[in-house]
């Protein structure tokens, strides 16, 4: 099914098929030779295969889309290519029958990006894309995946099998190197990855640090151990193992080419200038080094670089030292070939990782690739501009141009008239080529050296238009296809040339432009391409489609316009005439726009919006829809047409089949349409039926769609390109109908008899056109003198303006622009009179204005008017004025916004320092010195916090009541008399340790330290949380209980003052009454002045004497009150000395308290800032907590893997070794088959004489030289002796084949029989193939045992991983414990506690921390003990001295005893019996009877008490038994439920171990547990004896005391 049918339709079977003509374009993405004198490469859904001797090309198209990744093995000769589509597949197709050979189908999405076949045997490489990244190994022959592995987010840039061994690949990434190696156990293959490290960009190459696993640790005792960075980050899982820090990671080289050597080496290329030597078997990397030259040679090469450096530093540049990168590499016998984009092509020949280069071609072009041929005789040299060229290294001359192409896109392709023996295409770039219409062979091509938007070719001569985006159209002269020559350049406007149209007769050119622009031009070269006019349309144009009436000689244009405001097209009609061209100038005016009057217009709306429009002769209008896929047929009626046009509604709808924007082509004969879309599918249809007549999928979606197509006069070919694909598709009529064929054939012939009447003399005009002189720099005209001259439109290139005498080149200027300059100079000649009046009046009305302007300066400020009041300009003004307002408007905002923020952030400091602060901040100052104190700004505590701080204290209190508790507990159970001097060393301990063991002095500033817990019992990470959350309560002053009850009285007292100073109305009433006092003051009075006598006015000699009188009393008055004022005066003065040495005094004693108090706060800091540090070094503590556990859960991740890795790999070792069992049997049943063959001989001719029996087992011992393929040692072929390439079936008929020789009857004995030697040919060849069987079979299981060998070391390499990781847990578990109990302590120290007599600090790592009552308890036992002993000494004394006396007295009783046994012999001797004995010796023997039976009884009633006495004891331990036996079976129940649970985590835990295989290492861990727990085990017997031994000595010794009496 063709790309663009849509799913579940079913078309409607062709009448007609097309087929591929030819294919012509480039594509310098892939190359390759497929055989010596044949390269192929890609171009959209085609591979091209070029004959580079004859320049044939043939094409093998895709069918299913366009070509993805290609790769091509000329081994074989056969190419391998994906298309691009979901879930693509990769063909593989033969070379030349093109026939198809296989389909891989992968496990790829949407596309693979390399391909790439090995050198030996039948296998290609394959990498997909997004989203697998899966590297792929296939046998193509076979259709067989072999082994695949993913690679998520690995993009990789070039895919590479190792010549020498099919069994190694080169997979390079955009930064990455890796080594792939497929191992091969039977039928089974799998692929190892290698990893190569690269060299940083400056060359440096550092051995790879295991961040996750380091090398070196160290321990420190304060900070803890040294744990990897990603411990510390926090991360446990797989980011773990891959976390690499910023400032670790080093930007490696970027490769950009490699080969592989004969050696099985890598050549690779970087970005960064370097060339890098890989050991594909090691997997290391080496830098190759110039070779240093001679000593004269380095003279000149100083010089020259320094010349370069001191030229580079004027410049400006930088200085670099690197050579230029290399971007394509190519191996051979002699060296190394490298090239860049600098187009040099560089020879290296290396030695000891030296080089020494010489430079061989210089192309000046950038070079993408090098490809040597299969023979290694020719070197191509493919370029990134399309060419290429071809270097012969035998010969070592210059590099020939072998294929000279463009790379850039085909725009478009026409046919040449007459129309069946060459076409024109033209790309992007500008390239015009001239083709063969036969067999697509390249005749010429002309590079304009422009970005080129339109062609077209001209029917009534052979020019060609080519359009250009500078808005300019070239003319080309292409009468000779083999020389293309511009002839003539005109510059239309500014705007792009969309598309360029001819009418079929040739006599118009419509050059389509951007907005809404259409000219019109003269097409015949006789006319020299005038240009006729233009017109504007209101709308943008979207297609343009162009109608000939031969017959009445008119030209009827179409063009589809794009209406933005409705859903709907809207067509405009109108039709040229031969008068345009014969009166041009009554049809447009001075602008050169045709006039309303010069062709009537016609406008039409149609119902849906379309993409593209042809019209036919009939008024069919048929249009390609863009809301749906279908394509409109409408009828254009001339009746009703009115300004306000009717909506034409569509006749038929016909179903394109085809998705995206598309257009429409007519066949010259309109017999046939055309339609294209995006989707790439060509679809033919006949006009009169609209049937599909025809489709190809030429083209792709992926490659943009279809540009354009035509349709040949003739209609027999049709040329077709794409958007970014770069191919030049043309098609041919396959199988179509004799009547439709013999009807175009009528048509063009017809038309041929038109146009050949003005194509001879078209066509010798343009022969005698000058050529253009091409300068692609520049867009002005260049046009000979002579045929300037000759223009119709004749206008000096040069013009002098009459207004500033500017001189204005009118070549630098577009066509409309001469138009315009030409009617503005027109205009201004004839108004020119008007002008200078005009010029003069307002040249006085300037004047007026400046002298108002001035007078309007020396007026006063109040009656200047501005400077705008003596614009003239109204409009100007208010638009200043708008504009001011606006300005003023948005600075305005502007400014309220910044005020709003301001105001905001204001807002937010004063809340955060000031409203949020529960203590506002205040400051104390001196008045006498610079010294001042500032409190603490304390911010309220939130919920959380207080309801963490009450838990917390909660959880304290619970805490010590219970230590208390089990203190008492404690203390109960052993209970030793205490001597008064260890109370008073508990009690200086206990005074030490508030300040030294607390480690801080807050406690004599206010601090509440009983709350805290003890700095050595900071053990769990949660008491270390709460003594963070306690060190920061708020310190509150201690006080008494004489301070408190002191403290409420003041207030009591402060509080009735304020009371009572509430309550005014005394205050009032006294204000009222006596101006608030009750006595005249002093000052009050003195304030009095007193009142002259009334005559005092009058003269003097007019007063009585009585007046006399009275004023002298005035005056005496007068003098006492001012003597009083003075007095008071001095008072005053002298109390107010008195306050201001009083304030003076207590200003100092002030500042002396805040001086004081400036101290006190700098102790309170220290205290804060000894707290602070307490909370540092618990954070510390808890952040190497935190570390740790992270740590130790990264290794369980880790160790979790390994195990699953260790399963797999376990699994794969007991396959191997199962295989290589079984493979070791058969490889022992062909050996004894084929010594078995070779013990039969001699039975089966035993019949055959002795000497012919001898003579034929030389012949059965006999073979025939190597059958491999001959080789020449002198081959160019660096690869030529490189093995493999033959399998066993191969290598046994070519074995089979050498055979025949021998088997034939010259070499059979004399005398034999012909039967015999027949069979034993047969038994000869059996014999043969036996032992080819034995060496494939021994081969094959030495590649099984390398495979078991390899799975194995791995196997033991990752029981050594997990073994490490154990003992890294274990490690980590002993650190997590001792930094547990080696805990950080804060002292406090005074200054000269701790003083050394030397500078060399002591070693404390062995020592330990204990309390100082620890150590005085210790002295008082020491005290004590030695007391004991000394007493000890003194009893043992004592007693030693007894034990002498003893012995004395016991040597003494031995003696009486032996006397007494000789008595008691001589008493035996006596026949006397014991009663007899008793009767004569006692005196009186009944009450002797009486009373031994009174005893007896009373010894009787005695241990019958002692007997109910153990019974209750008895019992009573009874009870206790059964208790304690109640107890332990209660025990016993609940370690019976834990003993279950235990039971079933061991089993699970074995059974885990066991599918681990994990054994081992477990037991030797249980062994040395075992051992541990042994010697624990011994350690407490030992301890357990010691104990009982210390205790019996110490009794006998408490015997020896009190049996010693005192020694004197």
């Known amino acids: 099914m063709a790309a663009g049918s849509g799913p579940g339709r079913e078309l409607p079977a062709e009448e007609a098929a097309l087929e591929v003509s030819w294919v012509q374009g480039f594509s310098n993405k892939s190359f390759g030779f497929i055989n010596n004198q044949t390269v192929c490469y890609p171009c959209g859904n085609y591979i091209l295969f070029l004959d580079i001797e004859t320049k044939k090309t043939t094409a093998l198209q895709c069918q299913t889309g366009p070509v993805g990744a290609f790769a091509a093995n000329a081994s074989s000769e056969v190419v391998a290519f994906s298309n691009q589509k979901l879930n693509p597949i990769i063909y593989i197709h033969h070379f030349p029958e093109l026939n198809k050979l296989t389909e891989l189908k992968g496990s790829a999405q949407l596309d693979y990006t390399l391909l790439a076949f090995s050198f030996t045997g039948p296998y290609l490489a394959s990498y997909s894309s997004i989203p697998e990244f899966i590297l792929s190994v296939w046998n193509w022959q076979e259709n067989i995946l072999l082994c695949s592995e993913s690679q998520p987010g690995i993009t990789a840039t070039s895919l590479s099998f190792n010549p020498m061994n099919w069994q190694q690949l080169c997979f390079v990434g955009e930064s990455s190197v890796t080594i792939w190696h497929i191992e091969r156990i039977e039928d089974e293959h799998h692929l190892k990855r290698n990893p190569v490290e690269l060299p940083d960009e400056q060359g440096s190459i550092s051995p790879h640090e295991d961040l996750f696993f380091p090398v070196s640790r160290s321990d420190d005792p304060y900070h803890g151990p040294d744990l990897p960075v990603s411990a510390i980050a926090g991360l446990v899982g797989d980011e773990a193992e891959t976390f690499v820090p910023r400032n670790s990671v080093k930007t490696s080289v970027h490769p950009t080419a490699h080969c592989w050597t004969a050696t099985s080496e890598?050549?690779?290329?970087?970005?960064?200038?370097?060339?890098?030597?890989?050991?594909?078997?090691?997997?290391?990397?080496?830098?190759?080094?110039?070779?240093?030259?001679p000593e004269y040679m380095q003279k000149i090469s100083d010089v020259v670089s320094y010349v370069r450096r001191e030229v580079q530093k004027k410049k400006g540049g930088e200085l670099n030292d690197r050579q230029n990168p290399i971007f394509s590499m190519a191996f051979c016998n002699e060296g190394l070939y490298a090239a860049g984009r600098d187009g040099i092509l560089l020879f290296y020949h290396i030695k000891d990782l030296q080089y020494e280069m010489k430079v061989c071609a210089d192309i000046s072009q950038s070079i993408s690739s090098l490809i040597f041929s299969p023979d290694y005789a020719s070197l191509l040299l493919v370029t990134d501009q399309g060419p290429v060229y071809s270097y012969k290294p035998a010969h070592s001359g210059e590099a020939v141009k072998l294929l000279d192409t463009c790379s850039s896109c085909f725009l478009a392709a026409d046919f040449l008239t007459p129309g069946n023996k060459y076409c024109v295409s033209v790309t992007i770039?500008?390239?015009?080529?001239?083709?063969?219409?036969?067999?697509?062979?390249?005749?010429?091509?002309?590079?304009?050296?422009?970005?080129?938007?339109?062609?077209?070719?001209?029917?009534?001569?052979?020019?060609?238009?080519?359009?250009?985006?500078?808005g300019q159209i070239y003319f080309l002269d292409v009468t000779k296809a083999e020389a293309p020559r511009v002839v003539h350049r005109i510059f239309l406007s500014n705007f792009p040339v969309l598309s360029l149209h001819y009418d079929q007769s040739g006599q118009f050119l419509i050059a389509r432009t951007t907005e809404g622009h259409v000219f019109i031009l003269d097409a015949r070269p006789s006319k020299l391409f005038q240009v006729l006019g233009y017109i504007v349309l209101a709308d943008e144009v979207l297609d343009l489609s162009v109608v000939s009436d031969l017959k009445n000689d008119l030209v009827e244009v179409m063009v589809l316009l794009n209406v933005a405001e409705v859903q709907r097209a809207r067509l405009e009609i109108f039709c040229l005439s031969s008068a345009i061209t014969t009166d041009n100038d009554k049809c447009v005016n001075d602008q050169g726009m045709f006039n309303a009057s010069a062709f009537k217009k016609k406008q039409y709306e149609l119902d849906y919006p379309l993409s593209s429009a042809v019209k036919l002769k009939d008024n069919t209008v048929y249009g390609f829809c863009t809301c749906a896929p279908f394509i409109c047929k409408y009828h254009l009626s001339e009746e009703n047409m009115l300004e306000d046009p009717p909506v034409f509604s569509s006749e038929k709808r016909i179903p394109s089949n085809q998705f995206g924007s598309g257009f429409l082509c007519v066949s010259p004969n309109s017999q046939w349409l055309a339609a294209a879309a995006k989707d790439g599918v060509l679809f033919i249809y006949n006009i009169s039926t609209m049937d599909i007549l025809a489709r190809k999928h030429c083209h792709s979606y992926q490659g943009g769609g279809i540009r354009s197509m035509i349709f040949s006069l003739d209609g027999n070919f049709?040329?077709?390109?794409?958007?970014?694909?770069?191919?030049?598709?043309?098609?041919?009529?396959?199988?179509?109908?004799?009547?439709?064929?013999?009807?175009?054939?009528?048509?063009?012939?017809?038309?041929?008899?038109?146009?050949?009447?003005?194509?001879?003399?078209?066509?010798?005009?343009?022969?005698?056109?000058?050529?253009?002189?091409?300068?692609?720099?520049?867009?002005?005209?260049?046009?000979?003198?002579?045929?300037?001259?000759?223009?119709?439109?004749?206008?000096?290139?040069?013009?002098?303006?009459?207004?500033?005498?500017?001189?204005?080149?009118?070549?630098?200027?577009?066509?409309?622009?001469?138009?315009?300059?030409?009617?503005?100079?027109?205009?201004?000649?004839?108004?020119?009179?008007?002008?200078?009046?005009l010029q003069m009046g307002i040249k006085k009305l300037r004047q007026t204005i400046q002298q108002m302007m001035h007078e309007n300066e020396q007026v006063p400020d109040i009656e200047k008017l501005e400077h705008q009041e003596f614009n003239l300009d109204m409009?100007?003004?208010?638009?200043?004025?708008?504009?001011?307002?606006?300005?003023?408007?948005?600075?305005?905002?502007?400014?309220?916004?910044?005020?709003?923020?301001?105001?905001?952030?204001?807002?937010?400091?004063?809340?955060?320092?000031?409203?949020?602060?529960?203590?506002?901040?205040?400051?104390?100052?001196?008045?006498?010195?610079?010294?001042?104190?500032?409190?603490?700004?304390?911010?309220?505590?939130?919920?959380?916090?207080?309801?963490?701080?009450?838990?917390?204290?909660?959880?304290?209190?619970?805490?010590?009541?219970?230590?208390?508790?089990?203190?008492?507990?404690?203390?109960?159970?052993?209970?030793?008399?205490?001597?008064?001097?260890?109370?008073?060393?508990?009690?200086v301990a206990d005074d030490g340790e508030s300040f030294c063991l607390i480690g801080s002095l807050s406690s004599q500033y206010g601090g509440d330290t009983s709350i805290l817990y003890h700095q050595c019992d900071l053990h769990t990470k949660e008491q270390r949380v709460n003594q963070i959350v306690?060190?920061?309560?708020?310190?509150?002053?201690?006080?008494?209980?004489?301070?408190?009850?002191?403290?409420?009285?003041?207030?009591?007292?402060?509080?009735?003052?304020?009371?009572?100073?509430?309550?005014?109305?005394?205050?009032?009433?006294?204000?009222?009454?006596?101006?608030?006092?009750?006595?005249?003051?002093?000052?009050?009075?003195?304030?009095?002045?007193?009142?002259?006598?009334?005559?005092?006015?009058?003269?003097?000699?007019?007063?009585?004497?009585?007046?006399?009188?009275?004023?002298?009393?005035?005056?005496?008055?007068?003098?006492?009150?001012?003597?009083?004022?003075?007095?008071?005066?001095?008072?005053?003065?002298?109390?107010?000395?008195?306050?201001?040495?009083?304030?003076?005094?207590?200003?100092?004693?002030?500042?002396?308290?805040?001086?004081?108090?400036s101290e006190r706060k700098v102790k309170s800091e220290m205290v804060i800032y000894q707290e602070e540090l307490k909370i540092v070094s618990l954070t510390c503590a808890l952040l190497l907590d935190e570390e740790l556990d992270t740590r130790e859960a990264g290794l369980h991740n880790c160790l979790i893997k390994k195990k699953k890795e260790k399963v797999k790999k376990a699994k794969t070792v007991l396959t191997a070794k199962s295989k290589v069992d079984a493979y070791t049997g058969t490889y022992k049943d062909a050996v004894d088959e084929e010594k078995t063959l070779e013990r039969h001989f001699r039975k089966q001719f035993a019949d055959t004489p002795d000497d012919a029996l001898e003579e034929l087992y030389r012949l059965y011992t006999h073979r025939p030289k190597s059958p491999r393929t001959e080789m020449l040692l002198d081959t160019p072929n660096p690869y030529g002796n490189c093995s493999g390439s033959e399998d066993y079936e191969d290598a046994l008929n070519l074995l089979m084949k050498a055979m025949d020789e021998l088997d034939s009857p010259e070499h059979m004995p004399e005398g034999l029989e012909q039967s015999i030697w027949k069979n034993f040919c047969l038994a000869r060849r059996k014999k043969m193939e036996s032992e080819e069987l034995v060496k494939r079979k021994a081969l094959t299981l030495a590649e099984i045992q390398a495979f078991f060998q390899r799975r194995m070391d791995e196997n033991e390499k990752m029981k050594s991983q997990i073994e490490n990781i154990f003992n890294e847990l274990t490690w980590l578990q002993e650190k997590k414990m001792k930094l547990q109990q080696n805990l950080t302590v804060q002292f406090v120290l005074k200054q000269g506690q701790v003083e050394l007599e030397n500078t060399e600090i002591p070693d404390y790592s062995d020592a330990i921390l204990i309390k100082k009552s620890v150590?005085?308890?210790?002295?008082?036992?020491?005290?004590?003990?030695?007391?004991?002993?000394?007493?000890?000494?003194?009893?043992?004394?004592?007693?030693?001295?007894?034990?002498?006396?003893?012995?004395?007295?016991?040597?003494?009783?031995?003696?009486?005893?032996?006397?007494?046994?000789?008595?008691?012999?001589?008493?035996v001797i006596l026949p006397i019996s014991k009663d007899c004995q008793l009767f004569l010796t006692v005196q009186n023997y009944g009450s002797h009877i009486a009373q031994h039976i009174a005893g007896m009884e009373e010894t009787l009633r005695f241990m019958d008490k002692l007997h109910e006495k153990n019974v209750k004891n008895h019992r009573k331990k009874i009870r206790e038994l059964k208790k304690s036996i109640r107890l332990k079976e209660e025990a016993n129940y609940e370690l019976s439920l834990q003993l279950k649970e235990m039971l079933v985590s061991v089993s699970e835990r074995r059974h885990i171990f066991e599918a681990a295989d994990t054994r081992d290492i477990s037991e030797k861990i249980a062994k040395q547990r075992y051992q541990e727990i042994l010697k624990q085990k011994n350690l407490r017997d030992l301890i357990k004896e010691q104990k009982e031994e210390f205790a019996s000595l110490q009794s006998e010794l408490e015997i020896l005391r009190t049996r010693t009496p005192p020694h004197i």
Request: proline share 3%.
């Open 266 to 293: 890598i050549y690779m290329s970087c970005k960064e200038g370097y060339i890098l030597a890989i050991d594909a078997d090691k997997h290391r990397v080496s830098i190759l080094q110039p070779k240093p030259p």
């Open 429 to 470: 770039s500008g390239e015009v080529q001239v083709w063969l219409l036969e067999d697509g062979t390249c005749l010429s091509k002309l590079n304009l050296d422009i970005e080129a938007t339109a062609m077209a070719c001209c029917p009534s001569s052979n020019s060609v238009a080519v359009g250009t985006k500078r």
């Open 718 to 837: 049709i040329l077709v390109n794409d958007e970014n694909d770069g191919a030049l598709v043309c098609l041919k009529w396959k199988k179509i109908k004799k009547t439709e064929v013999e009807e175009a054939a009528f048509y063009w012939q017809s038309l041929l008899d038109i146009l050949n009447k003005s194509t001879s003399n078209e066509n010798a005009v343009l022969k005698s056109m000058a050529e253009w002189q091409f300068d692609p720099g520049s867009t002005s005209k260049s046009l000979p003198e002579e045929k300037f001259k000759e223009a119709p439109l004749k206008s000096s290139s040069v013009d002098v303006t009459e207004e500033d005498g500017n001189i204005t080149n009118t070549n630098d200027m577009t066509w409309i622009g001469q138009k315009i300059q030409k009617v503005i100079r027109e205009e201004t000649q004839r108004f020119s009179n008007q002008k200078q009046e």
């Open 875 to 987: 409009e100007e003004q208010e638009r200043l004025q708008a504009e001011a307002e606006q300005e003023v408007a948005r600075a305005r905002k502007e400014i309220e916004m910044e005020n709003l923020s301001n105001c905001y952030l204001q807002d937010f400091i004063k809340y955060e320092c000031w409203d949020a602060l529960c203590v506002k901040g205040r400051a104390v100052k001196c008045f006498h010195m610079d010294c001042e104190v500032k409190n603490y700004p304390l911010e309220e505590r939130s919920k959380e916090e207080l309801e963490t701080l009450e838990k917390v204290l909660r959880l304290k209190d619970t805490e010590t009541a219970d230590l208390k508790v089990q203190k008492e507990d404690l203390e109960t159970e052993t209970v030793l008399p205490e001597e008064e001097g260890k109370k008073e060393a508990k009690a």
């Open 1030 to 1157: 306690l060190l920061k309560i708020k310190a509150e002053k201690y006080l008494t209980q004489e301070e408190k009850e002191r403290a409420e009285m003041l207030a009591k007292l402060e509080m009735e003052k304020r009371l009572a100073a509430t309550d005014d109305d005394r205050l009032r009433a006294l204000d009222d009454m006596m101006g608030g006092v009750l006595e005249v003051r002093k000052e009050d009075i003195l304030k009095m002045n007193i009142p002259p006598p009334p005559f005092i006015s009058k003269p003097e000699d007019l007063w009585s004497d009585e007046e006399k009188k009275i004023f002298g009393e005035y005056e005496k008055k007068v003098k006492e009150l001012n003597e009083e004022k003075e007095e008071y005066k001095k008072t005053l003065e002298n109390e107010w000395k008195k306050l201001e040495a009083s304030i003076h005094e207590t200003t100092q004693n002030f500042d002396e308290t805040v001086c004081k108090l």
């Open 1415 to 1467: 150590v005085e308890e210790l002295n008082c036992s020491i005290s004590t003990q030695g007391e004991k002993k000394i007493a000890a000494i003194i009893e043992f004394k004592d007693f030693s001295r007894g034990i002498r006396r003893l012995e004395w007295e016991h040597k003494k009783m031995r003696m009486q005893i032996e006397d007494l046994k000789e008595k008691a012999r001589d008493i």
